[in-house]
Every structure is written in structure tokens, then in C-alpha cells.
């Protein structure tokens, strides 16, 4: 029984890893680290991996937590909010410990910043940087 619970607890981190979109490129996808309150079962900690890195938006977020009421991990998915430094969000999840869906909300670390590598600054406080210019040769 106890190979068992492993086996599915792998298969559902692969499968809650795996879910992460594919279009975003890497330096784009955020992450946190956090608790959680789940409904009817009480507090967890967990990992969250969003949509998006920047600060102060509304973000996707798969994530997988250990319940300590049923000594079990729960993968989710949710929407959330993602502050400079921090994370907020609300999902729902399959509990592997008592084999059940349920609602959880969530707060924590995150990474998120403003300084993305794929967009420009369009920031009205700071101008855009010139194109670098070519040297005469």
C-alpha cells in the first residue's frame, strides 16, 4: 500500500509539473513557496508554480501540497495574485491521502518581480532605452 501512495504521489508531481503552460519561456513562469488553508482538512505547506513572474497581477498557479491532517499530498490548480515578493490565491484540489477534491486558499513567497527579460519597460517613470548605435568603421 505504501509503494502505492509513492507511485501516485510521484505520477501526480509529474503530472502537476507537467501542466505548466508551454508557451511561456522560462524566465517567465514565477514561483512561490507557501501555506495553505485547505477546507474540512486544515493548514498545508506547498510549492506553487504561475502563469506569469511579474508583480501585481492575476496569475494561473498549479501547485502541489503535503496536508498534514491526512499525511497526504494534494496537486491543485488555481488562480491567484501575485504582489512584489509575495503570493495569494484560491484552489481546488485532489487530496492522494483521503482521495478527495476540495478548496484550499494560500499565501507565501514568491519571485515575482517587475523585471521581466521578454518585455520593454513601458513604465511612464522611466523612458525607453535608445538602440544602441553603430560605430563608424
Known amino acids: 500500500m505504501k ?4 507511485t501516485i504521489s510521484a505520477a501526480a508531481l509529474a503530472t502537476t509539473l507537467g501542466s505548466l503552460p508551454l508557451t511561456a519561456s522560462a524566465s517567465d513562469i514565477g514561483f512561490g513557496v507557501g501555506i495553505s488553508y485547505i477546507f474540512g482538512q486544515g ?7 504561475f502563469s506569469d513572474d511579474d508583480a501585481n ?6 501547485g502541489l501540497d503535503y496536508v498534514f491532517s491526512s499525511s497526504g499530498l494534494r496537486p491543485n490548480i488555481g488562480v491567484g495574485y501575485l ?4 503570493y495569494g490565491d484560491a484552489n481546488l484540489g485532489y487530496n ?8 484550499g486558499v ?14 520593454r519597460n513601458t513604465s511612464p517613470d522611466e ?9 563608424p568603421g
Open 3 to 6: 509503494y502505492l501512495r509513492t
Open 96 to 103: 492522494l491521502g483521503d482521495g478527495g477534491f476540495d478548496f
Open 83 to 86: 504582489g512584489k515578493g509575495y
Open 57 to 62: 497581477t492575476v496569475v494561473g498557479a498549479v
Open 43 to 49: 493548514p498545508a505547506v506547498g510549492i506553487k508554480a
Open 106 to 119: 494560500g499565501a507565501g513567497w514568491s519571485d515575482a518581480d517587475n523585471k521581466s527579460n521578454n518585455r
Open 127 to 135: 523612458p525607453l532605452e535608445p538602440p544602441p548605435q553603430q560605430q
